[in-house]
């Protein structure tokens, strides 16, 4: 079965640093998600991602973040200026239309010093 | 919008042992209903959905739930736990629409099952 595959599974990061998360979607699939889970809370939305657009973000997904499509294959997760409190799981999640549910991918799990 | 409310954080249950993790919506629309379950450091996997049909899913693994629309619950269920279902689950939801719509989630129910 096709899967979202998420790199790298660990990243280590300064304060104030950019870092980028990379994520592959399901090849066919149109829509593409964010979620972060910070440790021991709830999954929440970030972002999603249609036709090269931003279709709909959270409160969450201020200025310091934005996401891109730079190829036909990769949906990456930018954080411009890494703050402390950004440390958490992020989870990439692509989607295909009407009742296709989402698929996760297994998350980067980003760790700011 | 909606919002999921998943009461029990943490369940026990000694293995082979019943057990059900219980899931309540609220939503404006009408809405996709799924269970994910992550398994210790690991992502998110798909364990069941409810998208429209007969109310009672079932999974490979035994786990199955019931979408009870007058009650606004998803409760999941298994007859007989195993060591390897220890984990945690999150109930979620999913507006209908044709297009992108973001999942909400519950915070989740950790399952520890006791030998």
């Known amino acids: 079965e096709p899967e979202v595959t998420q790199t790298p599974s660990h990243q280590v990061t300064q304060m104030g640093q950019e870092v980028i998360l990379r994520c592959v979607p399901i090849s066919n699939h149109l829509y593409f998600y964010w979620y972060r889970q910070i440790l021991g809370q709830k999954v929440e939305f970030l972002v999603s991602f249609y036709n090269n657009e931003i279709s709909e973000k959270s409160e969450i997904f201020d200025d310091q973040f934005s996401v891109e499509r730079p190829d036909g294959s990769n949906f990456t997760l930018k954080i411009r200026s890494t703050k402390l409190e950004d440390s958490a799981m992020y989870f990439c999640?692509?989607?295909?239309?009407?009742?296709?549910?989402?698929?996760f991918g297994d998350g980067t799990r980003l760790s700011i010093l | 919008a909606q919002s999921v409310t998943q009461l029990d954080s943490q369940v026990p249950v000694f293995e082979e042992a019943p057990v059900e993790l219980r899931c309540n919506y609220s939503?404006?629309?009408?809405?996709?209903l799924f269970w994910y379950v992550q398994y210790p450091n690991q992502g998110l996997q798909l364990l069941l959905k409810?998208?429209?049909?007969?109310?009672l899913v079932e999974s490979i693994n035994g786990f199955e739930a019931e979408f009870n629309k007058s009650q606004t619950s998803f409760h999941l269920r298994k007859p007989s736990v195993h060591i390897s279902d220890t984990a945690e689950y999150f109930c979620a939801v999913r507006a209908h629409s044709g297009g992108y719509q973001k999942v909400t989630f519950g915070t989740g129910t950790k399952l520890q099952v006791i030998p």
């Open positions: 999640a692509s989607g295909g239309t009407g009742k296709q549910p989402q698929h």
């Open positions: 939503s404006s629309v009408s809405v996709y």
């Open positions: 409810y998208l429209s049909g007969s109310t």
